[in-house]
C-alpha cells in the first residue's frame, strides 16, 4: 500500500487545531447568530473580525483551542512514547489534565470530567467510563491520532478506537462515534482512485461497514441514510440539518433545550461532521464553514471535521489561511510548530515497516472479514 504523507497527519492535527479554535469562539450562540457570524466573518476568514467576537474574556485569546485538540495531542503523545496505543498510559493523560487548582484542560466535558476523577482515585481504565443513558462526543473528538495510527490495519483500528473511548464513555454509540472518525481519517489517508474517494457513495458504505463490523449497526444505518440523503436524494444541507436537529431531539440531546443547534451526543455531533466533510472532501474551508452551521457544539463539531479533511487534504489546504494557523495555542503553549513535531513522530512511527506485524488492508483482498460482502 502506498503511505500516507507526512503532510496528511500535520493536516489531520492542525486540521483539528484550527475547527477547535474557530468553533470555540462561535460555541453555545443562538443558531440564528451563529450562521450570520459564519457568513459575515469566518467566511472571510477575518480572523481580526472574530477576535473582536470572542466572548470568553480576557483569559481565553483568540486561537486557544480546547479539551478536542488538547485530548487528540495527548492522545498522539502517548502513542509516540509507547510505540502504539497504550490505554492505560492515555488515561493517565486524561487524569493529569484535569488535576489542580488550575487545571490543563479547557473546556472540558463533564463525563470526561468524571471519568477522570475515578482514573486519580485510582479506577482502571476499563471502569472508569461514564455509563450510559449518557453518550457524549468526548470519544469521537479525539479519535484522528487511532485513525493516523492504524491507517493500514482495520482490526487494530477498531479496537483501539473502541477502547480509547470507553476509558471516558461507556456507551455503544459514544465508542461507535470514535470508530467512524478515526476510520474516516485512515480512509482519508488512502484514498486514491483505487480505493474510491470521499467524494463517492461508495466510500462511505465502505464505512458503514466498518463501523457495523465494530457492533454499531445503528450508526452504520445513520451514515448510509446520511449517505443515501446527501447523494441520491441530494437534499439540501438545511433539509439534512434539520434530520440531524429532530434525531438529535428525539434522542434527548438537546433535553432541556439547553443547545440551540446540535448538542455534545455523539450520534447526531459526529453525523453533522461526517456530512461537512462529505459535502465537501477537498474544500478543507467550506467543510468548515458546513460544520459551524449546525451550531450547538460547534468547536466538537468543526474539531471532528476538520480532522478528517485535513488527513485527506495535507496542511497543504491552511496555505490560503490568513494567519490562523499562526495563532494557534493552548495557553501561550504547544503552538503549531509543537503540533507538526508531534504529527511528524506518529508518521514516522506509523508508517516504519515492522516484518513481525499481521497487516490488515482496509480494501481489497485482505480486507476486515466479511466486508466485501454485499450490504
Not at 486514491?192 to 466498518?210: K, V
Request: glycine share 10%; charged share 25%; hydrophobic share 40%.
Amino acid at each position: 500500500m502506498t503511505k500516507p504523507t507526512v503532510d496528511q497527519y500535520i493536516g489531520c492535527l492542525i486540521g483539528c487545531g484550527i475547527g477547535d479554535a474557530i468553533g470555540a469562539v462561535v460555541e453555545h450562540r443562538p443558531r440564528k447568530a451563529t450562521v450570520k457570524l459564519v457568513q459575515e466573518v469566518v467566511e472571510p476568514k477575518d480572523w481580526d473580525a472574530l477576535r473582536d467576537k470572542n466572548a470568553r474574556g480576557e483569559a481565553w485569546s483568540f486561537g486557544q483551542y480546547t479539551d478536542d485538540t488538547q485530548l487528540s495531542r495527548e492522545l498522539m503523545i502517548s502513542i509516540v512514547d509507547n510505540g502504539g496505543f497504550d490505554p492505560e498510559s492515555f488515561s493517565g493523560r486524561i487524569a493529569d489534565m484535569f488535576v489542580g487548582v488550575k487545571p490543563a484542560i479547557v473546556g472540558g466535558g463533564k463525563a470526561t470530567a468524571e471519568a477522570a476523577a475515578l482514573l486519580q482515585q485510582g479506577a482502571h481504565w476499563e471502569d472508569s467510563g461514564t455509563p450510559p443513558p449518557r453518550a457524549g462526543n468526548g470519544g469521537a473528538m479525539r479519535a484522528g491520532p487511532i485513525g493516523l495510527l492504524h491507517w493500514n490495519n482495520a482490526d487494530d483500528l477498531l479496537r483501539d478506537a473502541w477502547d480509547q473511548a470507553r476509558i471516558t464513555h461507556q456507551a455503544e454509540m459514544s465508542c461507535a462515534g470514535s470508530v467512524a472518525i478515526a476510520m474516516a481519517v485512515a480512509m482519508s489517508l488512502n484514498a486514491s482512485r483505487e480505493t474510491g474517494h470521499p467524494g463517492d457513495p461508495g466510500w462511505w458504505d465502505w464505512l458503514a461497514r466498518f463501523v457495523e463490523k465494530s457492533g454499531s449497526l445503528d450508526f452504520a444505518e445513520d451514515i448510509r441514510l446520511l449517505t443515501l440523503k446527501n447523494f441520491k436524494k441530494k437534499e439540501k444541507a438545511s433539509q439534512i440539518l434539520q434530520w440531524i436537529m429532530d434525531e438529535d431531539k428525539a434522542s434527548g440531546g438537546v433535553a432541556n433545550g439547553q443547545w440551540d443547534g446540535i448538542s455534545p451526543w455523539a450520534r447526531t455531533s459526529t453525523l453533522w461532521a461526517l456530512y461537512a466533510f462529505m459535502r465537501s472532501p477537498k474544500d478543507f474551508w467550506r467543510t468548515l464553514n458546513t460544520a459551524l452551521l449546525g451550531g450547538g457544539d460547534t468547536d466538537t463539531i468543526a474539531a471532528m471535521a476538520c480532522a478528517m479533511s485535513g488527513a485527506y487534504n495535507g496542511a497543504k489546504a491552511f496555505e490560503d489561511h490568513g494567519g490562523i494557523v499562526d495563532l494557534l495555542h493552548d495557553k501561550g503553549q504547544w503552538k503549531a510548530d509543537k503540533l507538526t513535531e508531534i504529527a511528524t513522530s506518529l508518521h514516522a512511527l506509523a508508517t516504519t515497516e515492522h516484518p513481525d506485524d499481521v497487516v490488515v488492508p482496509l480494501f481489497g483482498d485482505g480486507a476486515v472479514t466479511n466486508l466485501n460482502e454485499e450490504s
